[in-house]
C-alpha cells in the first residue's frame, strides 16, 4: 500500500514539474541569429529553436505562435507557427 501510494505520489510530482517548464507565447520576430538558431523578440524574449525544426520561413517582423520548454534557463521552441 505504501508503494502505491509512493508510486502515485511521484507521478504527480513529475506531471507537475513537467508542465511548469512549458510554455507558449506569441509576438513579433524582431532579430534573427541563423548561427544561435535563436530569434529575439519585440518584447526581449529569446527563443531558441530546436534542431529539426525550420528557420527558413521566419522574417523579422513576422506575427508567431511559440510552443516551448524551458532548458537550463533557455527557452527551447518545440514548435513554431506564423500566425498571418
Known sequence: MRRTAGAVALVGLLLVGASAWAGDLEGKVQTIVIADRMVVLEDGKQVWIAEG?????????????VVYEERDGKLVATSIEIVK
Not at 525544426?53 to 505562435?65: H, I
Open 53 to 65: 525544426l525550420s528557420m527558413e520561413e521566419l522574417k523579422e517582423g513576422a506575427q508567431v505562435k
